[in-house]
């Protein structure tokens, strides 16, 4: 598999080289060369196939060769080794398709669970790898579960400190093994700053064996692409005609992952793009012009980007294909919309979140009476429990995943924001 640089075309990297160095030069992103096609006689075939047989299929696709299949299935196989994603149903032409059945109870899971197998299956020659990624909660947790075990393979963490929900916490800095986690006592931006830091160290850098992992890696995004076949493969004929796809984005890479599957020939009719008041792209498409703004908390942070790193994709594969922006549909939702519609979701019998939420609310009311919509449901409503409990005024169960952790020990460490003390751990 080749891909270039969307900054720089010349600048050509095969699929490992990709995984391993997460951006390239002048922090350009990775696109592929080629994106494959699917034919329709192949895609009836494809979509008879269940979730692992079919996932490796498309995969293997874009990757072409680079792995051998046999070896790509086992990985995806052990990748993909939860619940797999569940339609349900909330009205007569909508339904949730829900994602959120991992670990870590995010749709981030199956990015970050087939990222971990790529690094570990090219990392196999004996050399041990470091992974430091700095989270604001969600992609750690993913991340953390996703290497969890993995020989030569050691992850750190960084965190704000008090600035992660508990469970949030509890979900991921109670692992231990090849897992360390570490609270910063600073802000998401110290530790960053701390991740930049330890990047730009060069000898470190090497001596170590340092990787991001972060969330622009393409193997998260191609990943992603799988869930969109079964979601197409779990509806009718009837509702497959005019699909209406609605999903909340932040910083788009699941908006790119089903473009992908729609590039691939996936007949898609139409997504519709959701942000909340962070909404850099709706004014963009509005106005034409990139103009973001400072980024403002919200009930569905993690949708709180202002900045939305895998635009340039987005603006891409509409280039490639020939496809005119205008036929993206888009909004931006309030709080005070998403509470309403957490409320609305509710009395229609399904305990939503904010992030879901935001889909449902442009989903329902955009589509046109031909149309069928499925909205992405990103992360398990517990996940946001104390801000869903205060809308409905009612308890939200916690499921296994959660309450199997929420008694154990924390395992974290605590340092101020100083890159000597950080350096000190990577070095340990
Ligand atoms: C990460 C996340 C999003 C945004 O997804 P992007 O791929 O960054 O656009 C939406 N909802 C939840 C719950 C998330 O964790």
Redesign the pocket.
């Known amino acids: 598999m080749k891909l270039y640089n969307l900054k720089n075309h010349c600048e050509q990297v095969n699929f490992e080289t990709a995984i391993k160095l997460g951006l390239g030069e002048q922090q350009g992103l990775f696109f592929p060369v080629k994106i494959p096609v699917i034919t329709p006689f192949e895609l009836s075939k494809i979509l008879e196939m269940d979730f692992i047989t079919r996932s490796t299929e498309i995969l293997d696709k874009f990757i072409n060769g680079e792995i051998s299949k046999k070896i790509l299935y086992e990985h995806v196989k052990k990748a993909f080794s939860f619940q797999k994603p569940l339609k349900v149903k909330i009205k007569k032409n909508i339904s949730c398709f829900e994602l959120f059945h991992g670990p870590t109870l ?3 899971d199956f990015g970050a669970r087939f990222m971990a197998q790529m690094i570990f299956s090219l990392n196999k020659k004996n050399e041990s790898c470091t992974i430091l990624t700095a989270t604001s909660g ?2 750690g947790a993913a991340v953390a579960h996703a290497f969890y075990k993995m020989k030569n393979i050691r992850v750190i963490i960084l965190y704000p400190k008090g600035k992660i929900s508990l469970l949030q916490e509890q979900l991921f800095c109670t692992l231990g093994e090849n897992i360390t986690t570490i609270s910063i006592n600073g802000s998401f931006d110290d530790c960053q700053n701390l991740v930049k830091t330890a990047f730009n160290d060069k000898k470190l850098k090497k001596f170590i064996g340092l990787n991001s992992a972060n ?1 622009i890696n393409i193997s998260r995004l191609l990943a992603q692409i799988c869930y969109y076949f079964e979601a197409f493969s779990l509806i009718s004929k009837d509702q497959r005609k005019n699909l209406v796809i609605s ?9 790119t992952a089903g473009l992908l599957a729609k590039s691939l020939g996936l007949p898609i009719k139409s997504f519709i793009a959701c942000t909340n008041s962070n909404d850099t792209v709706p004014r963009f498409l509005k106005t034409k012009k990139w103009e973001p703004k400072k980024t403002i908390s919200t009930i ?1 942070n ?2 709180d ?1 202002s900045q ?1 790193n ?1 635009w340039p994709r987005i603006e891409e594969i509409f280039n490639r294909n020939n496809w005119n922006l205008k036929n993206l549909r888009f909004g931006s939702v309030s709080d005070i919309t998403t509470k309403k519609t957490i409320k609305e979701l509710f009395k229609l019998g399904y305990v939503s979140e904010p ?1 879901a939420a935001i889909a449902y609310r442009l989903l329902n009311d955009q589509l046109k009476q031909d149309e069928y919509g499925l909205f992405l449901g ?2 398990h409503p517990s ?1 946001f429990k104390d801000t869903v409990e205060e809308i409905l005024n009612n308890n939200i169960k916690l499921p296994d995943e959660i309450n199997n952790r929420i008694n154990l020990p924390l395992l974290s460490h605590n340092i101020d924001p100083n890159f000597n003390i950080l350096k000190k751990f990577l070095l340990n």
């Open positions: 995010a749709f981030k969600d992609t969330s999903v909340p984005c932040g910083n788009f890479g699941n908006l569905s993690a949708m980007i939305p895998n992030h990103t992360a996940k």
